[in-house]
């Protein structure tokens, strides 16, 4: 050993005096070369030197210049030539006039050339350099150059300097090697070379005979070894040893891993048909060398376990994803539909839902005893075709009491059937449909009834073809977990829908069934609630005295059955107070102090101060005059299609919404010509989640804009313009077309304040019917024109007038300035009045009082 590293400092030393002379010489040749051109080129393009070579005696004038330049620039030579190559100038005088020594051809040409030759001075490095005139045209050449033994080298000042290096590195080596020697002695325990030869062979052949794979990767990701047990499990080729891993062929996961370089333990990864479990440490965590080193054992008898482990992952994924798609809706059908195909996708071929009517209808089915017939509804069906013999979606099947759909639903227990053609009870069923199913391919079936907190709703089935193989035990506990999640989900929709069922119920027994009678509009509307639940929105229309009729349209925050209950409370209120014919902004103030009352009931019962929060609009349209009334208590504004084509909507003042108080509503009077189209409506009509209420307008009015529709139809245009997709909220709409009472439909004269006047209005009144042609009314509307009449004069304060108004029926209106109006009372038997109103109710149809602001009316009203 001591040998080799004196042989092998020798050998490095002398390659590096080898070395420096190569690069000695190299640098000679580099600086002649380079002193020449630069001495060459700065001579040529001296100026005047053309003009000197031109002239009679170049040489005389050159010779002394070339020397004085050739000694400034330290080089050996500088020599001028003409075109043919005869010298001007040499530093050896006798040389001039001679041919000169080199190529002149590219020079003659515009090139340099750089050459080595043997001159007149020996051995020499020269430049040759073109000489041009000021019209490009080469007029001579010249040459400078150096003899090669002048140029100075660093050589013999670097040459010690390694001899020195090399004996200082072999005398560091020598120590070196001692001191790694006894190392060595140390670490092998005194072993010598024989035994370590010995103990590298056992150590190979234990490496080799192992069953546990093991392979070495350096740090450029060759292998730099591999024993049988790694070739073996990786299937290696035999010169693997030395090449990339990555050109071995080797799967790219497998290759990943033996170059990564990261820590791995116990991972399975597949090789062919094999499982390998890898175990993978770098080598230089410790300071050792780049790389790492890769244990591999043969865990195939795994491979069935990891098939068990792969079943169980793709059930429990299928669980997973049944637990996301189904029950997404409250709705019974679609909650079945997503059943049938998220089992359809992995878990069997074809899958259906059966349920009771009862069921779809949001009640609980009847019990029923075992045997018995079963009826269900085929709500849904899936598979991978569409043309399967199964029941269609939608049939109402009668399953036999044998059927395992029949006896599931009945029993409430599972059933699996390996093979269908083997069961009779289900064969007997329908025959031709049984054959049919078993021609198609259908060959295993399971029927888990549908059941959720102690109620049977439907049965689930879910069958699988004979080219997929029959279903197992195993299946069985997963069809059953399938189903009941989604029997939770179905009984969830079931009980919504018997809620909604419900609120809808009672949401249109509180709304308007049928409309009055009336002549003063033609009116149309529609209601629609909505999808998710019912709300609180209601209209109303609610014929008042004088042939005037109140429109009513409001609008309750929330959905429910709470929201529907306090609609109903609402409308009902809005009834009552019209029966007081007060004005708009009167009537909203009362409804006011109305829901102000609920929130305060609420509040005492709930512990908490709870606003009920509800909008309304108020009209009242008076079909002799033309004229509405309206206010509104923060509700959208009325929209107005006049005759022309034109449409509005109306500026009322907005008011506060119903509940808040503090603050007083104003009403707004609007003349309507004949023919034109109050539309009343909620804000579910023109607001929407995707469209602003400006743009609901802006649709609305568009709309609006065709006066030749009728109130029908008007509807209609509306709700297909603007109904949303997906109606989160309550809708309601009402279109009324006006009207106006022909002026020979109505007189009205003023009385005098004396007890004479009675007859002449009695007799005024006799020829107004007749000219109507309603002489059978005259004994009654005589009487009942003379107590009112009367009252007036004795009671009140004039002016009197009196009003009647022939439509639908026949209206006896009597006006004075008195703010004190009459009631019906009982006259005792020797009271001289008080029996006249008493009259009055038993002749009309009905009589009553309303305040204007000059007095009241008293108005009677008798059908005809």
């Known amino acids: 050993m001591f040998v080799l590293q004196v042989l092998v400092v020798l050998l490095l030393v002398v390659a590096a005096v080898v070395a420096l002379l190569i690069q000695s010489r190299s640098d000679r040749f580099a600086a002649a070369r380079d002193r020449s051109l630069a001495a060459a080129e ?6 005047g030197l053309v003009a000197t070579m031109e002239g009679p005696n170049p040489s005389a004038v050159l010779q002394p210049l070339t020397e004085a330049a050739r000694k400034a620039a330290h080089v050996d030579f500088i020599v ?52 041009e005139d000021t019209q490009g045209a080469v007029v001579g050449i010249v040459s400078s150059g150096m003899k ?19 004996a200082v590195a072999l005398g560091l080596a020598t120590t070196g090697t001692a001191l790694v020697g ?23 052949a234990v490496l080799h005979a192992v069953r546990e794979g093991v392979a070495i990767v350096g740090g450029d990701g060759r292998v730099l070894l591999a024993n049988d047990e790694a070739r073996r499990l990786l299937d290696l080729p035999a010169d693997a040893e030395g090449r990339a891993v990555a050109d071995l062929g080797l799967a790219p996961r497998t290759t990943e891993l033996l170059i990564s370089g990261r820590v791995v333990t116990d991972e399975v990864i597949h090789v062919g048909n094999r499982l390998v479990a890898v175990n993978n440490r770098p080598t230089d965590s410790g300071g050792g060398p780049a790389g790492s080193v890769t244990t591999l054992r043969d865990s195939t008898e795994l491979l069935a376990l990891a098939g068990k482990a792969e079943v169980a992952r793709s059930r429990l994924r299928l669980l997973y994803d049944a637990s996301v798609t189904i029950g997404t809706t409250l709705d019974v059908r679609r909650t079945a539909e997503e059943l049938a195909r998220t089992a359809s ?4 071929d074809y899958a259906t839902v059966d349920l009771a009517e009862e069921v779809l209808l949001g009640e609980e089915p009847q019990s029923l005893t075992a045997g018995a017939p079963v009826v269900l509804r085929r709500v849904a069906v899936t598979g991978v075709r569409d043309d399967s013999p199964l029941y269609p979606q939608g049939e109402l099947v009668t399953w036999a009491g044998s059927t395992p759909q029949a006896a599931g639903f009945v029993s409430g227990r599972s059933s699996l059937v390996p093979e269908v053609a083997s069961d009779a009870g289900w064969r007997r069923q329908d025959t031709e449909r049984t054959q049919a199913v078993m021609e198609f391919g259908l060959a295993s079936l399971i029927a888990v009834p549908l059941s959720a907190r102690g109620v049977l709703m439907g049965v689930a089935c879910f069958w699988r073809s004979r080219a997929r193989g029959p279903f197992e035990e195993d ?19 079931r009980r919504y829908t018997r809620e909604h069922t419900m609120a809808v119920t009672l949401q249109h027994s509180l709304l308007p069934r049928a409309l009055p009678e009336q ?7 529609r209601y629609l609630p909505a999808q998710a639940g019912v709300g609180g929105d209601w209209f109303d229309v609610i014929p008042l005295p004088g042939t005037r009729v109140a429109l009513v349209v409001g609008d309750v925050v929330g959905h429910g059955l709470h929201a529907a209950a306090t609609m109903g409370r609402l409308r009902t209120a809005v009834q009552n107070f019209s029966t007081l014919d007060l004005p708009p902004d009167e009537l909203l103030g009362h409804l006011d102090e109305l829901v102000a009352h609920i929130d305060q009931e609420t509040a005492a019962t709930e512990g908490q101060l709870a606003i009920t929060g509800a909008t309304c609009l108020y009209a009242v349209y008076d079909p002799t005059t033309a004229v509405c009334a309206l206010a509104r208590a923060g509700h959208p504004p009325p929209a107005i299609a006049h005759p022309d084509g034109t449409v509005e909507v109306l500026s009322l003042p907005a008011g506060p919404p119903l509940g808040l108080g503090g603050m007083p509503f104003e009403a707004t009077e609007v003349r309507l010509p004949p023919g ?26 568009a709309t609006l804009a065709h006066p030749d529709r009728a109130p029908q139809e008007v509807c209609d245009a509306v709700l297909d313009a603007l109904l949303p997709v997906r109606q989160t909220d309550d809708i309601a709409l009402l279109v009324a077309r006006t009207r106006v009472l022909e002026p020979d439909r109505t007189t009205e004269w003023e009385v005098t304040a004396t007890p004479a006047a009675v007859a002449e209005a009695r007799a005024e009144a006799t020829r107004q019917l007749t000219e109507w042609g309603l002489d059978e009314a005259g004994f009654v509307t005589e009487l009942v024109l003379s107590e009112l009449v009367t009252n007036a004069i004795r009671y009140a304060t004039g002016p009197i007038k009196v009003r009647l108004l022939y439509d639908r029926t026949l209206i006896c209106e009597v006006s004075d300035t008195s703010s004190t109006a009459p009631h019906l009372r009982y006259a005792a038997a020797e009271d001289e009045g008080g029996r006249g109103l008493f009259l009055v109710a038993q002749l009309a149809e009905r009589w009553g009082v309303r305040y204007t602001p000059e007095g009241k009316i008293i108005w009677a009203e008798q059908h005809l």
């Open 42 to 47: 700065a001579f040529a393009h001296g100026p």
């Open 80 to 131: 001028v030539t003409d075109r043919n190559g005869i010298r001007y100038t040499h530093p050896e005088p006798e040389q001039i006039g001679k041919k000169f020594v080199g190529t002149i051809g590219p020079s003659l040409e515009g090139r340099v050339t750089v050459e080595q030759v043997h001159g007149p001075l020996g051995e020499e490095y020269q430049v040759v350099v073109p000489v």
């Open 148 to 166: 090669v033994a002048n140029v100075s080298s660093a050589i013999n000042r670097q040459l010690p300097v390694v001899l020195g290096a090399g």
């Open 182 to 204: 006894r190392r060595l002695l140390r670490q092998t325990h005194g072993l010598g070379p024989e035994e370590m030869t010995r103990m590298y062979e056992h150590h190979d």
């Open 345 to 348: 996708r992995e878990f069997c």
């Open 475 to 493: 299946d069985l506990s997963l069809a059953e977990e399938l189903a009941a999640r989604a029997a939770v989900s179905i009984d969830n929709a």
């Open 519 to 525: 002549s003063a509009l033609d009116i149309a509307y």
């Open 676 to 701: 034109s189209s109050l539309v009343l409506y909620t804000d579910g009509l023109i607001e929407d989640r995707t469209r602003d209420i400006g743009v609901g307008l802006d649709v609305l009015t």
